[in-house]
Nanobody, 123 residues
Framework: QVQLAETGGGLVQTGGSLNISCVAS????????MGWFRQAPGKGREFIAALRWIDGNTRHADSVKGRFTIAGDKAKNTVYLQMNNLRPEDTAVYYCAAGQSPTTLISGRPQYWGHGTQVTVSS
């Protein structure tokens, strides 16, 4: 069983920055891809970014491209999401995800979900 623990969420002003982290712990089987989703009040869960461990390939959603950057540290089993130039519409619960298949994870069907961390951007 794999557990994903998100940290680093909080309150930030419009235009500010925030770096959130996700640490994977427990027994891990073929944890090839990790990523981030978010869910705002009244909206569905939205793909944000993903990282493939083998080659470091990344993908970012158009809505955050140029502002958010995913990065990883394999030794620490940790992925990060650096969020810059934050906007009120970025306010959401941000969820960490992990799985074997990039396409499965990006489509919203990862093997594992974290419990989420709240990011609130004030206007």
């Amino acid at each position: 069983q794999v557990q994903l623990a998100e940290t680093g969420g909080g309150l930030v002003q419009t235009g500010g920055s925030l770096n959130i982290s996700c640490v994977a712990s427990g027994r891990v089987f073929s944890r090839d891809v990790m990523g981030w989703f978010r869910q705002a009040p009244g909206k569905g869960r939205e793909f944000i970014a993903a990282l493939r461990w083998i080659d470091g390939n990344t993908r970012h959603a158009d809505s955050v491209k140029g502002r958010f950057t995913i990065a990883g540290d394999k030794a620490k089993n940790t992925v990060y999401l650096q969020m810059n130039n934050l906007r009120p519409e970025d306010t959401a619960v941000y969820y960490c995800a992990a799985g074997q298949s990039p396409t499965t994870l990006i489509s919203g069907r990862p093997q594992y979900w974290g419990h989420g961390t709240q990011v609130t951007v004030s206007s």
